[in-house]
């Protein structure tokens, strides 16, 4: 078996990677990275890290949270649903 | 919250139903503080931003005709509300972020081509996080120039799609997935000096530099 080239396809399939996880490519430039992939150890190691990557960014979510709500700032929120709730029923004929 | 869920949510809003107000209030309130507590920096003007944007909503909401969108209109009046709040960002001076930075390092193996890349099989996919492994994803997602932050917030983390991050963001579909990209390949590159240089147990399984085979 050939060794494997590090080449002009491997940073085009670079390129495109995340395109291709998100499945935002054509299909036969899908099918393309997939052939090229299957044969370039080094493209399937990238692109496993590059979809660990992006799963751990999904489930990531920060532990800061916002300080309870204080009454003031309800208040001033409940005014203003009030206002959009009377302004649709003005709007609607009965 | 599924998208259908806060859909349907948006719609009791707007008909005022009860208990919708705190539902939506607490649920969006959470989201946008998360948002804009990344984008600004501080939980200050985070809170603040959540505030304005739910007041906008309100104020605004005669506008919505559309309660599936309503994810990505929140998010668009957050984005702005974020924007008037700009501060030189203490985190990530704005830069472009070029493609070759991320291109792994290579050499050349008994005849191979191999990469230098930390040994990720045993990673853990994100359902056992490791509060390590948060707090270096969360540095790694705050040191990120502003306009790739943006990016990833809204396509991984809030899950809007490249349209509708696009709208809210007011770049083209291509800049978006663009900018996803570079942002997701800086991170990359972050969790893969951390594992290569640390080998520090993640997941129950020690990582360390990929031997040469």
């Not at chain 2, 009860?18 to 969006?28: G, I, K, L, N």
């Not at chain 2, 600004?40 to 809170?47: I, K, L, T, V, W």
Request: hydrophobic share 35%.
């Amino acid at each position: 078996m050939e060794p494997h080239q590090h080449n002009d396809r491997c940073k085009e399939v670079f390129a495109l990677l995340s395109d291709y996880l998100n499945l935002e490519l054509p299909p036969e430039a899908c099918q393309e990275i997939e052939a090229h992939i299957a044969g370039c150890s080094p493209c399937i190691e990238f692109a496993e890290s590059l979809r660990k990557t992006v799963e751990l960014c999904r489930q990531y979510h920060p532990t800061e949270l916002p300080a309870p709500m204080g009454q003031e700032a309800k208040a001033q929120l409940l005014e203003a649903y009030g206002r959009m709730l009377a302004a649709r029923t003005n709007s609607q004929p009965f | 919250m599924e998208r259908d869920t806060e859909s349907e949510l948006a719609r009791q809003l707007i008909a005022g139903e009860p208990e919708a107000f705190d539902r939506f209030v607490e649920y969006f309130r959470a989201k946008i503080f998360h948002y804009s507590w990344l984008m600004c920096g501080n939980r200050e003007d985070a809170e603040e931003v959540a505030q304005e944007t739910l007041l906008k909503v309100f104020e605004s909401a005669e506008q919505l005709r559309e309660p599936e969108k309503i994810r990505s209109w929140v998010f668009r009046i957050a984005k702005n509300a974020c924007l008037m709040k700009r501060r030189k960002s203490i985190f990530a001076p704005g830069r472009e972020l070029s493609l070759d930075e991320f291109m792994p390092a290579k050499h050349q193996d008994g005849g191979r081509v191999r990469i230098e890349i930390a040994d990720w099989s045993s990673l853990p996919d994100g359902k056992a996080m490791r509060s390590e492994m948060r707090e270096l994803l969360e540095r790694a997602i705050r040191e990120l120039p502003e306009v790739y932050r943006s990016v990833i917030l809204l396509r991984d983390m809030e899950e809007l799609s490249t349209q509708e991050t696009a709208q809210i963001l007011d770049v083209s579909d291509d800049v978006v997935k663009t900018r996803l990209h570079r942002a997701r390949l800086a991170i990359r590159q972050r969790l893969d000096e951390y594992l290569r240089g640390n080998g520090v147990e993640v997941g129950g399984k020690r990582h360390g530099t990929a031997p040469a085979q």
